[in-house]
Structures are given as structure tokens and as C-alpha cells.
């Protein structure tokens, strides 16, 4: 019998597949815990209408992030820090801090977990990041580290 999973099933499958399973395990255990449907005419209908659903809002989804990273790539944030007599800076710039600059100054929300840095900033000049904005979409965004007068 072919069923369309609810919901994931550990050893059975995932949610949305459609999988072939013995009619037994269909109506004595899936059925009745509404972990799948039959995947009969009207239901497989169903299941095409939501996954077309789903890539034209991926899609939406994609394009709003090419459209920020282009967005990205033309911002430069300065920070100013405190530096020490031989011009060694105090503490470093983190990704919480990136993400509230650009919160601040552009009103761009990003999540700190997604910009790219083995570790913070801890030298003037001039650097470019990676922010993971979605799957396939990376933006580049410039950050100047000054003295602070």
C-alpha cells in the first residue's frame, strides 16, 4: 500500500514521502496515530499544491537574499576601539557586535551565527566577511576598525 507520511518516521521515512508499506502497519499503526494518509488521488493533489508552495516561497526567499547581499556589498561599517601604545587593540570585534552595527546603522537583521569569522577582529584596518544569508547566497560586507579619538 502507498501512503504519504505526516511526519518523520525514524525507519520508516520522512515527512511528505511516499513510501510502499504493507497494508497491515498502514491501518493497524500509522492510520490510527495519524502519522500518514493513502496516498490516493486527492491526497497526492495535495501533497504536489504544498511542495509547489514551497519552491515558489524558497524561491521569494532566495531572491530577497541576492537582493541583500548586493545591499551588503556596498556597506562599510567602521568601528571605532581603543588601541594600546604600540597599536594593539583592546578586546576585538565580535560577530554580536557586526550584527548590531548593521541592526543599528543600516536596519539589516542578521543573526550572529551566520557571519563567518574563526574569531574576532583584533588589528586596524580594513576587512571583508562572509555572511551566510541563505543556501547558495553569501554577502560580502566590509569593515573598517579605526582609533578611537
Avoid: C
Avoid at 89 to 106: C, M, P, R, W, Y
Wanted: charge should be positive; charged fraction near 35%; avoid cysteine.
Amino acid at each position: 500500500m502507498k501512503v504519504i507520511l505526516k511526519q518523520d518516521i525514524k525507519g520508516t521515512g520522512k515527512k511528505d514521502e511516499i513510501i510502499n508499506i504493507s497494508d497491515g502497519y498502514a491501518r493497524n499503526f500509522l492510520f490510527p496515530k495519524n502519522l500518514a494518509v493513502e496516498a490516493n488521488a486527492e491526497n497526492m493533489a495535495k501533497l504536489k499544491a504544498k511542495q509547489q508552495s514551497q519552491q515558489f516561497k524558497k524561491g521569494q526567499e532566495k531572491e530577497e537574499a541576492q537582493k541583500l547581499a548586493e545591499k551588503m556589498g556596498k556597506i562599510m561599517l567602521t568601528f571605532p576601539v581603543k588601541v594600546g601604545e604600540n597599536g594593539k587593540v583592546f578586546g576585538g570585534i565580535s560577530t554580536k557586535e557586526i550584527a548590531d552595527n548593521l541592526q543599528k546603522t543600516h536596519q539589516i537583521t542578521v543573526d550572529k551565527k551566520k557571519i563567518e569569522m574563526k574569531e574576532a577582529i583584533k588589528e586596524l584596518g580594513t576587512k571583508t566577511i562572509k555572511i551566510k544569508l541563505y543556501e547558495g547566497v553569501i554577502a560580502n560586507l566590509k569593515i573598517n576598525v579605526i582609533v578611537e579619538k
